[in-house]
């Protein structure tokens, strides 16, 4: 660890000047853009835009799909790679096929994938021909309001193996003597999940929750290509959406208080995560 | 017991290797799809979306007979595909070796250099990592215009090289090395640039490796972007912008554009893959 | 022979009324001239070059006008022309000619002009003419309206029959049999190594199948001397004119549109039943051969080494193609590719230099041809559809029907300040034309023009304004379109006001549309043009059937059923329900959008949420849906007999298909809006909608930029001009009425003087024959010289306070912004059997979803 600060300088001069050029900049111009009103001129409004933006029923409309979908998303994703990893760590199988397959759907585009979905999900494809198999009535997967399911698996289908080898990383250092003197000491596995390999996980579980909810808000890239700007299904009108709409308007001030408005709320969400995991941790670490 | 244990080593496999199946099986059958005939294909396609509770979409796993048709009309007959592609590639790269240029050594020195702020400023590099592309999208579009970049390739470049996801990543990576790695080299009488090269990034190549790999995914689907930064200048865009439009008119050749677009992220997948799983299984949250 | 001059009553719409600039040097670089100009946006009189080559260092051009026929011979670019004729078409010495056996060299072929065809010119060269580019006055009655026939080059009939069809009665009235001589005739020069041909076919009447024959075709020279023009026989031998018309699949006649001289060879761009080809002629051995062209050529020329060079443009990419053809085997090679292309072009190509000019998107371009990806802008040029004749100076000659310009393709003279103008409307002239005049009066001023159709809507114009760019200056948009209005809403619109002159004009405007351009007291654009399309009806059709205005339908239902009872009292009159090819496939659909967008107004007026999906809308929507009108009489593309035709602009039927509202109409007959409303109760609303030219807030030349729309108020299309300007309502005449008129009167007097003095039998019968054929004439005349005749300003300002503009399409915001699911759903919806209420309420959804996001 270097202490003097003057040699840090030449690694983080690059960096820093392109964050601030592209990225710290624009996001204090883009709160010049929030608070003014967005035509030629420009004038100052004030918090008018925050007000007008986030009493509109579209953004709320939007907002509340979008949480809700990332609500159900990355909870979604967070257990179910938790859940696999946990299993698949204890069981430990070779998997080497698995292994090699899980992480890429991480890496593929997924408008490409998007036309697959489309076929599966048709009224008439196999997913409606499987569940007719077993008696079911045909769901409209693509209309209706089940179609956030696909969107769903759609960002399971993506994001779940990059979740599971970050858990399974975790509780791979975890020392091995840990699970068998728990063993010994006759600890069910529900009681070793929680009691050892849980709290091992805090921190990787951070992660997996950072990258799940940011994810699921990337996901919508895909929500509105399946339904368009002005989605059939309400329910798959999301803040992408409402931002898009906005900005093909030329209303860029309502685009800008928006994202900001939901800049605050991911922020929000971030620190909960953050001041629940320090809270974890210690929680955890005192209880042993 | 180990009766138990064998069961249960058993169903695993099984489930996993549904679950295998069930991830690789749009990929292949994306792959399978691009080898039928374009009419083929468009029969198929023009199928889709008919809510008639009596039939069923007349759905086969394989082309009915191989043919290369629709690479030929991607790769040969359009050749406005293969100049996307090409820029595809030409962005994913240059971002690349941009960014090779610029984030291990940001990282480097957000995580083995010990002055005040430095927790601050990497909040702060994990708060830009949050925030929804279209908070600086207005007001870059004004900064890249004031460069004289907008409506040229660097328009997508330079901001890219900047990606807070790939410091953090790199970072994460770093901060859990032992110091006593740099203090050895430190005795050795290498300074700090020395040791970050020679030392430092070698025990990084996993999270490098995966760093890269998951940037040259993000720059491979880049959209917004694009079409933000370089609205005036179509010629410049990538096969990603173009892609939604290529399967809108049916004209039977989606699954080979589909599969083009997929092939180079699966061999940086295949190439990097072990490093991908190191990398991420190697970073955490401190 | 008197009587000759029967059906050369032509001369009242092709009186000469040149708007020829010769020498407007004030360009914006130095050396470029406009030798030739002639208005597009309200032309009355007839003017056209029919080619333009290099001679020496000059050039010559042939132009023909109602007079005759003529080729100027320019020494130099910077001289003045000598003036050769041709042929002669003088109506001031019809007197004296008409008895000096003139006559004798026509060829009399027995035939009229068949019915409804356009009108003819007549083209026999080589001496003084008896005859004129005449228009029949049975096409007239008959048929489109002459002057769009005469103005329109395609339009022109050139088949033997028509061509010849105004001798015949002369010779048979006046009792003389000519006998027949084929002597070839010729309607198409070529510049071949600096000189001038013509291209001589002669042509026989067979009686049996009653069609000319072309019995053969050979190169003609021609050499002018003491003014007139001297024809003479050549060497070369005749050319296969049996291969050629085949190639060409012409059937009795030959007339070349689209051609180039390169070497030795003719090169012709041919529309053929199976796509475009090039025929090529050599003309020193007269073998002719043929290739395929590609699609949607929109420009050639030669290229060097027995090649083309072919531009087209594919509507799907918008994307402009240049290939080099080969003309040995037909192999294309693409030498450069343009993204938001140019829908018509120029081309050519200089041997010397290897250089390749193109005149695509309102500028010149220049380009090594090994490098044409890499073209350079040199000048700016208004024209979007041009021939490029380099005249090895460093300047090039740019033609095309009304203009001859001369340009500079030196790009580092340019003229400094330019003004971008994007417009697009894509046909209309208006924004071209102001080019020219505001050429004459800033001659340091260029202005760039790039026209483009765009039924898109998908101008970038909201992209420049994020990007704060200014490098479009004026945009031409549509006033319902989802990019203007979000300028609108937005403030991103120069205020126009502060040019006094545009504020003069636009105070002249008519209320409601002076509404649509003001907002907060800025004027926010001017209007260019009228847009869309919806149906009409024909109230002199209406009224020869004995029906009154009383008995017109006011409201949408009284409208279906009193459409559905005209079957009835149409039978047995001449007159139809509506003549349109396609009336029964497309009515329906413009009844459901104009009933949609009266809706969508009424709504909207009342401020009230507009929802689609009610009782009432329904119920119409249904009943326009189920109403067969097939079975009315209208026709289909789906019958057997339907041999495809044209739309009616005359009162042979009640119903027209498309007319433009407000105004209808600018030519005689055709259909006129009517103004429906939606219930009793209700105002009637005639949905207007315009094309309106707005300023770039941040443009640097926005002063200029306005002085260009103020110049542009003067250059509208007559029909805006008379549908925005409350102050337009006399009804105009064409510009040679008076004259026409007097000639016709006089001839008139002669006839019945020659009936008083004439005996009785056989020659009075003819004589009096003569004069209802005069007093006839008059007649039609007064009918149909109109410019903007007065039914069409009577029935606008009845409809006035109907009028609206329609200023939000949101059927097109919808059709915009639909998923693939969405269509899906829609063409479900909307197919074989319509579910209204679901698409009706698909469209309510979109629509509230729209309006809650709010601006």
């Known amino acids: 660890m270097y202490k003097k600060f003057r040699l840090a300088w030449p690694f983080l001069l690059p960096g820093l000047a392109g964050l601030l050029i592209f990225y710290g900049i624009p996001f204090v111009g883009g709160i010049w853009y929030s608070v003014t009103d967005g035509k030629v001129q420009n004038a100052f409004v004030g918090l008018e835009n925050y007000i007008s933006v986030w009493n509109n029923t579209m953004f709320q409309m939007g907002l509340k799909n979008t949480m809700e979908l990332s609500l159900i998303c990355a909870p979604l994703l967070f257990l179910l790679s938790f859940v696999l990893a946990a299993g698949l760590h204890r069981i430990r199988p070779a998997g080497g096929f698995f292994r090699s397959s899980v992480l890429l759907p991480y890496l593929m585009p997924s408008s490409a994938i998007l036309l697959i979905w489309l076929i599966w999900f048709d009224f008439r494809g196999p997913v409606n021909r499987l569940l007719a198999q077993f008696g079911a009535e045909r769901i409209d997967w693509l209309i209706g309001p089940e179609a956030r399911i696909p969107v769903i698996l759609l960002f399971l289908w993506k994001n779940l193996g990059f979740c599971v080898v970050i858990f399974m990383s975790a509780l791979q250092s975890i020392p091995e003597s840990l699970y068998e003197y728990a063993t010994l000491e006759g600890a069910s596995f529900m009681k ?32 509105y290509f399946i339904a368009g700007a002005y989605p059939n299904e309400p329910l798959l009108y999301t803040l992408q959406n409402y ?46 | 017991m180990s009766n138990q244990k064998g069961f249960r080593i058993w169903l695993a496999r099984i489930v996993l290797t549904l679950f295998a199946v069930i991830i690789l099986l749009p990929m292949v059958q994306t792959f399978l799809y691009s080898f039928s005939s374009i009419p083929e294909m468009q029969g198929l396609m ?15 796993l394989s082309p009915h007979k191989i043919s290369l048709g629709q690479y030929e009309q991607v790769l040969v007959k359009d050749e406005e595909i293969l100049r996307f592609f090409t820029n595809s590639v030409v962005y994913a790269v240059a971002i690349l070796l941009g960014q090779a240029f610029v984030v291990p050594a940001m990282a480097f020195g957000l995580s083995k250099f010990k002055f005040r702020g430095r927790e601050t400023l990497f909040f702060m590099i994990v708060m830009l990592m949050l925030l929804p592309f279209q908070v600086t999208m207005v007001p870059n579009v004004l900064t890249l215009r004031f460069m004289g970049l907008l409506d040229t390739a660097w328009a997508v470049i330079l901001p890219m090289l900047f990606a807070p996801f790939f410091i953090f990543l790199i970072r994460q990576f770093m901060i859990s090395l032992p110091d006593e790695l740099l203090e050895a080299s430190s005795i050795d009488g290498a300074g700090p640039f020395r040791s970050f090269l020679w030392i430092v990034l070698p025990v990084c190549r996993p999270v490098l490796g995966a760093a890269a790999a998951l940037s040259f995914a993000e720059s491979w689907n880049l959209v917004e972007q694009p079409l933000t930064y370089l609205s005036k200048s179509e010629t410049l865009m990538p096969l990603s912008t173009r892609f939604n439009q290529m399967m809108a008119g049916n004209q039977g050749y989606e699954f080979a554009g589909a599969a083009l677009y997929i092939l180079p992220a699966l061999l940086i997948y295949l190439f990097f893959q072990e490093d991908i799983l190191a990398g991420i299984q190697l970073t955490e949250m401190k | 022979m008197k009587h000759q001059i029967g059906k050369k009553l032509i001369l009242w719409l092709a009186a000469l009324m040149l708007l020829v600039t010769s020498c407007a040097t004030a360009f914006a670089s130095p050396g470029d001239r406009t030798l030739k100009h002639v208005s597009t946006v309200n032309y009355d009189a007839y003017d056209s070059n029919d080619l333009v080559f290099r001679s020496g260092d000059g050039f010559c051009v042939i132009t023909s006008n109602d007079t005759g026929r003529y080729l100027l011979k320019y020494a130099d670019t910077e001289s003045e022309p000598e003036k050769f004729v041709i042929e002669e078409y003088n109506r001031d010495s019809w007197d004296e000619e008409e008895e000096d056996g003139a006559a004798a060299e026509e060829q009399v072929t027995g035939e009229t002009a068949e019915a409804g065809e356009p009108d003819a010119e007549k083209a026999v060269d080589g001496k003084p003419e008896t005859a004129e580019p005449a228009v029949d006055t049975e096409a007239e009655s008959e048929g489109q309206p002459a002057v769009e026939g005469l103005l329109n080059w395609d339009d022109i009939d050139w088949s033997d029959e028509a061509l010849n069809s105004e001798d015949m009665p002369e010779g048979f009235m006046d009792g003389e049999m000519y006998e027949y001589v084929p002597e070839p005739y010729v309607n198409t020069w070529i510049g071949w190594n600096g000189e001038l041909y013509g291209i001589g076919v002669t042509e026989t009447w067979d009686d049996e199948i009653q069609q000319s024959h072309v019995e053969g075709i050979k190169l003609q020279r021609i050499r002018f001397e003491d003014g007139k023009v001297i024809k003479e026989d050549t060497e070369y031998p005749d050319w296969d004119h049996e291969i050629l018309l085949e190639a060409l699949e012409m059937d009795g006649y030959f007339y070349l549109n689209d051609y180039v001289v390169s070497g030795d060879l003719l090169m012709i761009l041919s529309w053929g039943m199976n796509g475009q080809k090039i025929v090529t002629v050599n003309l020193k051995t007269g073998s002719v051969s043929s290739i395929e062209a590609g699609e949607n050529t929109v420009a050639f020329t030669a290229g060097p080494d027995d090649t083309l060079i072919l531009a087209s443009y594919d509507w799907e990419t918008q994307k402009n193609t240049i290939v080099r053809k080969s003309l040995a085997d037909g192999k294309d090679e693409v030498i450069a590719e343009y993204e938001k292309g140019a829908q018509s072009m120029g081309l050519g190509y200089e041997k010397d230099t290897d250089t390749l000019y193109m005149v695509r998107n309102g500028e010149l371009w220049k380009a090594p041809l090994a490098d044409a990806a890499n073209a350079v802008a040199v000048n700016d040029c208004p024209l979007t559809d041009c021939s490029i004749v380099p005249m090895g100076d460093g300047f090039v000659l740019l033609w095309n029907r009304n203009n001859i310009l001369l340009r500079n393709t030196d790009p580092t003279v340019r003229g400094t300040i330019a003004l971008h103008v994007e417009d697009n409307t894509g046909y209309n002239e208006t924004m071209a034309e102001t080019v020219f005049t505001l050429s004459e009066k800033r001659g340091d001023l260029s202005v760039i023009v790039n026209q483009r159709y765009d039924w898109r809507d998908s101008s970038t114009v909201l992209q420049d304004m994020m990007n704060k760019d200014s490098g479009t200056d004026i945009y031409v948009l549509p006033y319902d379109g989802a990019n203007f209005n979000a300028l609108k809403n937005r403030g991103y619109l120069a205020d126009l006001g502060d040019n006094a002159e545009i504020a003069k004009y636009v105070d002249r405007m008519y209320p409601y549309i002076q509404d649509a351009l003001k907002v907060d007291g800025k004027i926010i654009a001017v209007p260019i043009g009228l847009n869309g399309y919806t149906f009409g009806i024909s109230y002199k059709a209406w009224k020869k059937i004995g029906g009154t205005e009383e008995e017109l339908p006011k409201t ?16 047995g009159t001449e007159i139809s329900i509506c003549n349109d090819t396609y009336a029964a496939d497309s009515l329906s659909g413009m009844f459901m959008e104009t009933v949609m967008h009266q809706h969508q107004m009424r709504m909207e007026s009342k401020g009230e949420e507009v929802v689609f999906n009610t009782p009432e809308m329904r119920k119409l929507i249904e009943r326009i849906y189920n109403m067969d009108l097939k079975s009315l009489g209208m026709k289909s593309w789906e019958d057997e007999d339907n041999t495809g035709g044209y739309i009616s602009y005359d009162d042979s039927a009640i119903i027209s298909s498309y007319t433009t509202p407000p105004m209808g109409e600018q030519y005689s007959g055709g259909g006129y809006p009517i103004a429906l409303s939606l219930a009793e109760d209700e105002e009637p609303i005639v949905p207007v909608q315009l094309y309106v030219a707005c300023v770039n807030p941040f443009s640097e030349h926005a002063k200029e930029a306005k002085e260009f729309l103020a110049l542009a108020m003067e250059n509208l299309q007559l029909i805006a001009e008379y549908t925005f300007f409350a102050d337009k309502t006399e009804p105009l005449r064409y510009s040679s009425y008076e004259e026409d008129r007097k000639r016709t009167e006089k001839y008139l007097e002669e006839a019945k003087k020659y009936r008083d003095e004439a005996e009785e039998g056989e020659d009075k019968i003819y004589a009096e024959d003569s004069v209802k054929m005069w007093e006839e004439q008059l007649e039609q005349m007064e009918d149909y010289s109109w410019q903007m005749n007065p039914e069409t300003i009577e029935r606008y300002q009845k409809i006035l306070p109907a009028c609206r503009v329609l200023d939000h399409d949101f059927m097109q915001e919808i059709q915009s912004t639909v998923s693939e699911q969405d269509e899906q759903l829609m063409k479900e919806y909307t197919g074989d059997n319509m579910d209204i209420e679901k698409i009706l309420s698909f469209y309510d959804q979109k629509i509230q979803m729209i309006r809650m996001e709010g601006k």
């Open chain 1, 192 to 223: 070793q999940t929680f009691r050892i390999t849980l709290p091992l996980a805090v921190p990787s579980a951070f992660l997996v929750g950072i990258l799940s909810f940011v994810n699921a808000f990337r996901i919508f890239k895909e929500v």
């Open chain 3, 556 to 571: 949408w239902d009284q409208f279906l059923d009193w459409m559905e009872k005209l079957p009835e009292r149409l039978e």
């Open chain 2, 46 to 60: 023009d199928t889709r979306g008919k809510r008639t509770e009596e039939t069923w979409m007349d759905l086969h």
């Open chain 1, 243 to 288: 931002m898009s709409n906005m900005f093909n308007q030329l209303s860029y001030q309502n685009v800008t208080t928006a994202a900001y408005i939901f800049a605050v709320i991911v922020f929000v969400l971030f620190g909960v995560l953050f001041l629940s995991q320090r809270s974890a941790l210690k929680r955890l670490n005192g209880g042993d």
